[in-house]
T-cell receptor, first 115, second 113 residues
C-alpha cells in the first residue's frame, strides 16, 4: 500500500528565505505525486504534480519539486518566501487500494512566513 | 466557470440528527470523493464514486452514507451513528482514478453539539 510522510508538521521561515517542505513516499509501483496548498477554511488547490518524465516539476506561485526515486522523496521548494505563501501544504501519492486508484495524503505541513 | 460547489459553508446540528452535505460539479468528471479533515490528521477518505450509481467505502465510512444518482452530484449524509461528526468536509472530483489530479470544493464545516 502507498503512504506519504511529511517531515515537520510546522515550518517557519522569514520572508525572502528559502522554503523547503519535505515529503517521502512509499509505493510498490511507479508513483504519481502531487503537492496541494490549503488556505484557512478553504479547499485544496493543486500546486504541481509529477507523473513521468522530467524529475524537476515546476508549479504555480514559484514552487517546484524534485522527484528522487533513490530517496523516495518529492520535496517542495521555493527560493524566496512571500507572506502570501503562509498556508498548509499537503503531499499526496496515487495508490491502488481495493482495486481502485486513489490519492493518499500526508498529514500536512503548516508554513508560517515571518516578516 | 467550471468547478465544484459545496453547500452550506457552515452547518450546525444537534446530536442525534442526520445531516446531508451537498456537492455538485460541472467539470464533467466521472470520479467524485468525500474527505474528512481534522486538525493534524490530514485528509481521510470517506467514500468515493468512479461512475454513476456506484460507490465504494473509503477508510472511514462508518456512520456515513452517499448516493450517486447523477454524474454531477455526490451528496454525503452524516448519520447519527457517526460518533464524532464535527469536522471539515471536503468534496473532490477527478477525470478518473488516482493518477489524475483531484479538484476540490471549498468545504463544509459541520459542528454537532
Amino acid at each position: 500500500a502507498q503512504s506519504v510522510t511529511q517531515l515537520g508538521s510546522h515550518v517557519s521561515v522569514s520572508e525572502g528565505a528559502l522554503v523547503l517542505l519535505r515529503c517521502n513516499y512509499s509505493s510498490s509501483v511507479p508513483p504519481y505525486l502531487f503537492w496541494y496548498v490549503q488556505y484557512p477554511n478553504q479547499g485544496l488547490q493543486l500546486l504541481l504534480k509529477y507523473t513521468t518524465g522530467a524529475t524537476l516539476v515546476k508549479g504555480i506561485n514559484g514552487f517546484e519539486a524534485e522527484f528522487k526515486k533513490s530517496e523516495t522523496s518529492f520535496h517542495l521548494t521555493k527560493p524566496s518566501a512571500h507572506m502570501s505563501d503562509a498556508a498548509e501544504y499537503f503531499c499526496a501519492v496515487s495508490g491502488l487500494q481495493g482495486g481502485s486508484e486513489k490519492l493518499v495524503f500526508g498529514k500536512g505541513t503548516k508554513l508560517t512566513v515571518n516578516p | 466557470d467550471g468547478g465544484i460547489t459545496q453547500s452550506p459553508k457552515y452547518l450546525f446540528r444537534k446530536e442525534g440528527q442526520n445531516v446531508t452535505l451537498s456537492c455538485e460539479q460541472n467539470l464533467n468528471h466521472d470520479a467524485m470523493y468525500w474527505y474528512r479533515q481534522d486538525p493534524g490528521q490530514g485528509l481521510r477518505l470517506i467514500y468515493y464514486s468512479q461512475i454513476v450509481n456506484d460507490f465504494q467505502k473509503g477508510d472511514i465510512a462508518e456512520g456515513y452514507s452517499v448516493s450517486r444518482e447523477k454524474k454531477e452530484s455526490f451528496p454525503l449524509t452524516v448519520t447519527s451513528a457517526q460518533k464524532n461528526p464535527t469536522a471539515f468536509y471536503l468534496c473532490a472530483s477527478s477525470i478518473g482514478g488516482g493518477t489524475y489530479e483531484q479538484y476540490f470544493g471549498p468545504g463544509t464545516r459541520l459542528t454537532v453539539t
